[in-house]
């Protein structure tokens, strides 16, 4: 199952090195990891997408993670209230009367184009991971000739629901 | 022709460096002993040591190895930190096998390495190697220092890190533009580490369920690990199980964590544990680990271990409870805390003729084995060791078959006086870590029990021994083989013995006599009982070469990919 975890870490060097290297030695599959500066100077935020294959595997992971000397706070935040979106970036080929075709799919995903050339064209996608897969899904035929994305970043809505129906019927 | 130079009289800050300041902070730290090796980029901290007046003694190995594995010893039998001092590149890279040994065993040591300039770092430098990317997976934490004003405190916080909570060993990454440069100044060490805040006291509501547990426990089991010794916890461990009637049984880390022969003890569970150990691991109802962490060559087969039993599990580290077995009762405290706890709670207990049944199985399979007409049986050897030093010496092994047989045939009595490399398992380690051992113990008798294997890896330091004057007893297991390996080979392999077997060793009696040390030879059980009185009575460093018969095999045994109920040669 997939996992969103984030993690709030003091800024020291070899940081990312020792957390994707732990990661890495224990076996975990990591989807994304996105990393940045958080509102406190000295403090970074980390957010992973990682498959786990069960309960104690997540237990493991967490604990894991806590252990690290430079971690200062774990949260799986998969079953609450979150905001998540990740960028793409994404460069597809197009002719001049492809263009308006594309313009045509891409706007009820509030997405951007942000450079055109002769033969191609890039656009710029932002939200969660799925709509940002229905959206690459969908370029497909065009032919994506580059592609990359940031990994999610997420955290915590400000109201959390107190029960779990609440939960479900928020978007993310 | 000499040159007429004038002498400046040179005040104490004119001539502080970085080095200087280095050898301050361990000062502050009241470090005793160094175990280390001089190269191009510590030099500016080796010329700090030379000026130092400062009172702790710096032991010169022969290799690197030799130093982090006797700074491992060090720090076993005296619970400090083992401090360590190694040049940049291969300095660095020749400790890499004794950190992680460190590592998987939580000892606690302060490892500095020279690093080359700050200026040159990144362009593969002379003797440059990345210390922290090789070194970040096999430590507990690892710094390179970026300014001289940071340096106190990265030390400090390196010596906090190392011997706090779950032990390991700490890498200080210096490089010798900063030892070399000249300060005036003097630097705060104050530090503060938010995500670092070891949990030491347990939450009552988990001693609560676990005093609950064994209350209603008609087959409760300890385990008892290395973490009791960490916490100096023997004391409350042997008044709890005596106050509550609890059988215990000890890891191979945690012998001298519980008496070897007080009469709830089991013995060691495990892959050549005893079979009243591992029968009761099988059986029990309640099982708390105490400091242990369920290593697979103590649980064999996850599906066969404590299949009946609801576990609880006392760490100082939540990452190891619940990693390989699954734990009811979780309780995340330093072990004495833990320990003291439970001594005020109200236990029952009524298990009687669970105690009966171990008494009998301990009664009944023993541990046993075969005299020899000529060599040595190993296992009579460690019995006589045991005799002669009337089970009080402090005994390092490497790993294999001798340290099988020191686990199963020197009962340990008192806590810190086992020195094995246990995790890791690695060659080489108990010579050098009988010599860290006795720089930490000087007034105690220090016996190392090495194979030919794994002495022939770190001999070289028996120039340490002699230079130091250390009366380390070092016993030759000689089977002129790899005794586990060939083993394993006869076991699993069909007797085909691939490069287990050694055609040539050296003479050991005239290696260490080339050494300066006195080099005795036992082939013979008879002539062996008057010739160890010698060996043990001598003042001063013996080597002793004990020819003993190869085809000898640890037993019991759990094959691999077997339960604790599956063990073999149980029985003559």
Known sequence: MKRIITATVQDRSGVLNRITGMLHKRQFNIDSISVGKSETEGISKMTFVIEVSDHQNLEQLTKQLNKQIDVIKVSDITDKAIVARELALIKVGSNGHQRAEIQGIISPFRASVIDVSKESMTIQVTGKPDKVEALIELLHPYGIKELTKTGVTAFLRGHQPKTVTDLHATPL | ?572
């Open chain 2, 1 to 572: 022709m000499k040159l007429d130079v004038k002498q400046e009289p040179k005040s104490e800050t004119e001539f502080m460096t970085g080095a200087d300041l280095f050898i301050q902070t361990l000062v502050d730290e009241q470090v005793d002993t160094i175990f280390g090796y001089p190269g191009g980029a510590v030099l500016p901290i080796y010329d700090a040591v030379y000026r130092s007046k400062a009172a702790f003694k710096h032991v010169l190995s022969r290799h690197e190895q030799g130093s982090i594995h006797a700074a491992e010893g060090y720090a076993r039998v005296t619970g400090r930190p083992g401090v360590v001092i190694a040049t940049s590149g291969p300095g660095a890279t020749n400790l890499i096998t004794g950190i992680t040994d460190a590592m998987m065993d939580s000892l606690p040591l302060v490892i500095f390495t020279g690093q080359v300039a700050s200026g040159v770092i990144g362009t593969d430098a002379f003797q440059e190697a990345d210390v922290l990317g090789i070194t970040t997976p096999i430590t507990k934490y690892n710094y390179q220092v970026k300014t001289i004003e940071e340096l106190p405190r990265v030390v400090k916080e390196a010596f906090h890190i190392a011997s706090t909570g779950r032990p390991g060993p700490v890498v200080v990454d210096i490089p010798k533009n900063i030892s070399a440069e000249v300060t005036a100044g003097s630097y705060p060490n104050t530090f503060s580490l938010p995500g670092y805040q070891p949990n030491v006291n347990p939450n009552p509501l988990q001693i609560t369920k676990l005093a609950e547990a064994l209350s209603h426990a008609k087959k409760p089991l300890i385990l008892a690990g290395a973490g009791v010794l960490f916490s100096k916890a023997s004391a409350e461990l042997k008044e709890f199980a005596e106050k509550y009637e609890l059988p215990v049984a000890n890891t191979l880390l945690g012998l001298g964590s519980f008496p070897g022969s007080h009469p709830q003890m089991l013995g060691m569970a495990g892959m050549h544990g005893t079979y009243a150990a591992n029968m009761a691991l099988y059986e029990c109802d309640v099982l708390l680990n105490i400091g242990a962490r369920f290593d697979d060559r103590l649980t064999g087969n996850l599906q066969h271990f404590a299949p009946h039993a609801k576990v609880a599990h006392i760490d100082i580290d939540p990452a190891e409870i619940g990693k390989n077995i699954p734990t009811a009762i979780p309780v995340v405290a330093d072990a004495k805390a833990a320990l003291q706890a439970l001594l005020t709670k109200d236990i029952k207990t009524d298990h009687e003729d669970w105690q009966k049944g171990l008494q009998h199985n301990k009664l009944t399979f023993p541990l046993w084995y075969d005299r020899s007409d000529e060599l040595l049986s190993p296992q009579w050897l460690i019995d006589q060791i045991h005799k002669i030093s009337e089970g009080d010496a402090i005994i390092t092994t490497d790993v294999g078959q001798h340290q099988m047989w020191t686990a199963q045939y020197y009962s340990f009595d008192k806590p810190n006086k086992w020195v094995t490399s246990g995790g890791l398992g690695t060659m080489g380690f108990g010579f050098p870590a009988a010599i860290g051992a006795q720089l930490g113990a000087p007034d105690e008798l220090v016996v190392a029990v090495v194979g030919d294997g794994g002495f022939q890896m770190t001999l070289q330091e028996l120039s340490v021994l002699k230079e130091q004057q250390l009366p380390v007893k070092v016993i030759i297991v000689n089977n002129q083989a790899l005794g586990m390996v060939r083993q394993w080979q006869e076991s699993f392999y069909e007797e085909r013995y691939s490069e287990s077997l050694f055609i040539e060793n050296p003479d050991f009696v005239k290696l260490a006599e080339s050494y300066g040390i006195k080099g005795i030879r036992i082939e013979k059980e008879t002539d062996a009982p008057e010739m160890l009185e010698e060996v043990f009575s001598y003042n001063g460093p013996v080597v002793v070469d004990c020819r003993v018969v190869q085809k000898e095999c640890v037993y019991p045994m759990i094959a691999p990919g077997k339960g604790l109920h599956e063990m073999i040669g149980v029985k003559r």
